[in-house]
């Protein structure tokens, strides 16, 4: 079993970046399939961007070219660098794992049983 602690969040102006952290601990990342997700109150959970056990990456299309996720297996954490940001993904995102994810399903939440508790984004326009 595998423990997910993100870090990062915080408030910034449109156009600004940031970087979110998911520490893994009780396994390592490198024999997961890990995501990050993003929710707003009375909306449903969305995928954002995913990677395979393999390396090979899922975005949505809303946040192509401005995303980009990356797994460092030597500090068993997954990263989420959030460049060109809009008020519209201000969110509460989390990040997510699993053992064996198809990679048309990763951008899916209902595949992943392990979550982090999140971290709020907020874009000020």
């Known amino acids: 079993q595998v423990q997910l602690v993100e870090s990062g969040g915080g408030s910034v102006q449109a156009g600004g970046s940031l970087r979110l952290s998911c520490a893994a601990s009780?396994?390592?990342?490198?024999?997961?399939?890990m995501g990050w997700f993003r929710q707003v109150p009375g909306k449903e959970r969305e995928g954002v961007a995913a990677v395979e056990r393999d390396g090979r990456q899922s975005y949505a299309d809303s946040v192509k070219g401005r995303f980009t996720i990356s797994k460092d297996n030597a500090k068993n954490t997954l990263y989420l660098q959030m460049n060109s940001l809009k008020p519209e993904d201000t969110a509460m995102y989390s990040c997510a794992a699993d053992y064996a994810i198809d990679w048309w399903a990763l951008l899916h939440p209902g595949r992943y049983n392990y979550w982090g508790q999140g971290t709020q984004v907020t874009v000020s326009s």
């Open positions: 009780g396994d390592t990342v490198r024999y997961f399939s």
